[in-house]
C-alpha cells in the first residue's frame, strides 16, 4: 500500500506506517509549504491516497469538487 502524507499529518504518524512496510510519501520532505490545490494535484499524479488532519481537503473535494483518488482525513 502506498499513501502521500499532507503536512498536517504527524510526522510520528508517518514513521510509524513505514515501519509497518507502507510506502508513504511526505508533502513535508519532497514539496514543503506545498497549497492544498497542488498536494491534491501530486496526489493525483501519483494515484495516492492523501492522508490529511486538515479538513480543508473536504472543501476542496466536495464543494469544489476537485478530483482526488480519495482523503483519509484523521482526527485525534
Known sequence: MELIADESVDFGIIRLFRKRGIIVFSITEDFPQAD???V???ANGK???L???DKDF???AY???LH???ILLIRF
Open 68 to 70: 482526488h483518488k480519495g
Open 40 to 42: 491534491l494535484e501530486i
Open 58 to 60: 473536504g472543501e476542496l
Open 51 to 53: 492522508l490529511t488532519e
Open 63 to 65: 464543494r469544489l469538487k
Open 36 to 38: 492544498d490545490t497542488k
Open 47 to 49: 494515484a495516492l491516497l
